[in-house]
C-alpha cells in the first residue's frame, strides 16, 4: 500500500507521519531499533475499545484512571518475566534498557501517549513452597505492540516494534494508520454490556478457616510480637462460562469511580483485575506520592466516627510512618498533612494520607522496591509480618496487593496497589481481601470488613448460591 491508496485529505497527513518517522530511522544509532510511532485518535474510550485492539500476541492490558489517564495495550513487543531476588532493580534495568532502545518517530505526541513499560509484580518475592505461586512470574514487565490512550477529550494510538530497514518504517506507519482507521469507523462495544458472570461458589468456607488465623493474629499484634498485620482471606468461585472482565470493570467506573481499574490479561484463560483505591507511587515531572490509605469504614458508619476512632487512627498511623522513613533512607525529604482526610471508594471510606516529595531523578522501581509491601497490605515490622502471612494464610497471594502499573519513556510512572481484586484462570475466579490487625481490633470486626470488601467483586457477579462474600454492615467502630 502506498500513501495514494488513502483518501487526499488523510494522505497528506500519512505523508507526514511517514516523513517524520523516516527522519527518526536516519537519526538512529546502531543497527536494529525498536521504532515507536503515534497518531492522534479522537477521545476513544480504551475500555470500550480493548477488544478491537487485537494483537497475534494474547496480553491485554487496561489502567483506566478516567477521567484521568485511561490506557488500553495489547500484546508485546518485548517483554521480561522474572522470579527471585533483586526484581526491582532488574525490572528497573530492563525498563532503562527497552525504553533507551525505542526511537521516537512521532516526536508531536503528547505525555499520554508516550511509550510505556507496563508492569506488574507478585506480592512475594519467591512462590512458597507449598503452594504454587499459580504460574505467576515475580514481575512481568512488557513493552506492548499497541497502546491506546486517552486523558481528557484526547486520544492517541501507538504501535512498538522492531526496524531493520527503511521499509519496515513504513510498513509499520501503515500498520497504525490502517488500525487508526479501523478503531474510529468501528462502534464501541455496545452499553450495556450483554454478558452478566455466571458461577458458584467453590466449596470450602474461608470464614472457618480465616477463624484460627484470625485468632493467632490477634494474640501477635496483642502481646506485641507485631505492631500490626494484614491477613488476607481468599473466595474461590467456580465459573460456568468464560469470564469477560470488561463489563465489571465498565461497571466498577460508575460505583467506585476514585479508584483506577486495572486489568492485566497474560492470555484469554488468566485475568488478573480490580479497581484499586491505593497508589503506591506516582512520579510525574519530578514529583513524588505515595498514598497512605488504612483504617476502613463501611456505608453505614459516618466518615466522623472513623477520624475519631483511636485505633484506627493509631493504625493509620503506622502506615504514614512507614513511608516516611523509607522515603527519607532514600534522602528524600517527604511531606504530609498532619491529620488523615477521608477518601470515599464505592461503599468503603478510608483514611487516607497523601504523602508528596521532591523525586527528581529517582527511580520509580527502586522507590517501589523500598515501599513494597506498606503496612497497609503487609505489616510491621515487615519482615516478621511477611513470615507469618506465610504460615498463616492458606493460599498464595500471587498479584493480590503487589504493585500494578507502568513507567514512560520521560521516567514518569504510576504504580498501584493490586487490591479490591480477582483472579480469573480457567474456570475459576479468585477474590482476596484483606484488613489491618493491631492491638485492640476486636475479631468480628475484622470479618465483617473483609467480608465487605470481597463484595465489591462479588456483587458484579451473578452467582448461583448463597455467598459468604454478601455485604453485611459492620459493628461499630470502637473508639
Ligand atoms: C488489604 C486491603 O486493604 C487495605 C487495608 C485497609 C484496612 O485495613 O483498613 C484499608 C485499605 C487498604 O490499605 C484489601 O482491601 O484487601
Not at 519467591?126 to 477529550?153: C, F, H, K, N, T
Amino acid at each position: 500500500m502506498s500513501a495514494a491508496s488513502f483518501p487526499s485529505s488523510m494522505a497528506m497527513r500519512f505523508g507526514d507521519r511517514l516523513q517524520q518517522a523516516l527522519q527518526a530511522w536516519e537519526q538512529r544509532q546502531g543497527e536494529d531499533c525498536v521504532m515507536s510511532l503515534a497518531v492522534p485518535i479522537g477521545g476513544l474510550d480504551p475500555l470500550r475499545h480493548l477488544p478491537g485492539l487485537e494483537s497475534c500476541d494474547p496480553f491485554r492490558f487496561l489502567w483506566d484512571g478516567a477521567p484521568g489517564l485511561s490506557l488500553a495495550a495489547s500484546g508485546r513487543c518485548h517483554h521480561l518475566d522474572l522470579a527471585g531476588p533483586k526484581r526491582f532493580e532488574l525490572a528497573q534495568r530492563f525498563c532503562d534498557a527497552t525504553l533507551g532502545r525505542v526511537l521516537e518517530g512521532s516526536p508531536d505526541a503528547p505525555a499520554q501517549a508516550r511509550s510505556r513499560i507496563l508492569l506488574a509484580f507478585s506480592f512475594f518475592e519467591q512462590p512458597s513452597e507449598q503452594q504454587p505461586q499459580g504460574g505467576i512470574p515475580s514481575v512481568q514487565a512488557v513493552l506492548p505492540r499497541w497502546q491506546l490512550s486517552r486523558q481528557g477529550r484526547q486520544g492517541w494510538l501507538r504501535i512498538h516494534g522492531v526496524a531493520h530497514e527503511a521499509e519496515d518504517v513504513r510498513l509499520l506507519t501503515e500498520t497504525l494508520w490502517l488500525r487508526a482507521e479501523q478503531l474510529q469507523a468501528q462502534p464501541p462495544q455496545p452499553e450495556p454490556w450483554p454478558d452478566t458472570v455466571h458461577g458458584s461458589l467453590r466449596p470450602g468456607d474461608w470464614e472457618s478457616r480465616y477463624a484460627s488465623a484470625l485468632e493467632r493474629g490477634l494474640e501477635l499484634v496483642t502481646h506485641g510480637e507485631l505492631h500490626k498485620l494484614v491477613l488476607a482471606v481468599q473466595q474461590s468461585i467456580q465459573l460456568s462460562a468464560p469470564l469477560n472482565p470488561l463489563p465489571l470493570l465498565d461497571r466498577l467506573r460508575h460505583q467506585q469511580a476514585g479508584s483506577c481499574r486495572f486489568l492485566w490479561q497474560r492470555d484469554a484463560q488468566d485475568s488478573f483485575f480490580g479497581a484499586s483505591p491505593e497508589r503506591l507511587l506516582s512520579l510525574r515531572n519530578g514529583q513524588l506520592r505515595s498514598d497512605a490509605l488504612a483504617g476502613t469504614a463501611g456505608r453505614l458508619e459516618t466518615g466522623e466516627s472513623l477520624l475519631n476512632s483511636e485505633k484506627d487512627r493509631r493504625e493509620h498511623e503506622l502506615v504514614v510512618q512507614a513511608i516516611t522513613d523509607h522515603l527519607k533512607s532514600l534522602g528524600l525529604t517527604p511531606r504530609r498533612p498532619r491529620r488523615p482526610q477521608l477518601a470515599r471508594h464505592g461503599r468503603l471510606t478510608h483514611l487516607h494520607t497523601p504523602i508528596t516529595a521532591a523525586g527528581e531523578g529517582q527511580l520509580p522501581l527502586a522507590l517501589a522496591g523500598a515501599l513494597h509491601p506498606t503496612p497497609a497490605v503487609a505489616g510491621l515490622p515487615r519482615r516478621q509480618a511477611m513470615g507469618w502471612l506465610r504460615s498463616l494464610e492458606p493460599f498464595e497471594r500471587g498479584g493480590y496487593a503487589a504493585p500494578i502499573g507502568w513507567i514512560d519513556s520521560a521516567g514518569d510512572a504510576e504504580l498501584r496497589v493490586a487490591i479490591r481484586c480477582g483472579h480469573a484462570h480457567g474456570s475459576q475466579l479468585d477474590l482476596t481481601a484483606g484488613a489491618g490487625l493491631v492491638r485492640g481490633s476486636v475479631a468480628e470486626r475484622e470479618l465483617q470488613e473483609v467480608a465487605l470488601k470481597l463484595t465489591v467483586l462479588a456483587d458484579q457477579l451473578d452467582l448461583q448460591s448463597g455467598s459468604g462474600a454478601r455485604e453485611r454492615p459492620l459493628p461499630p467502630l470502637h473508639g
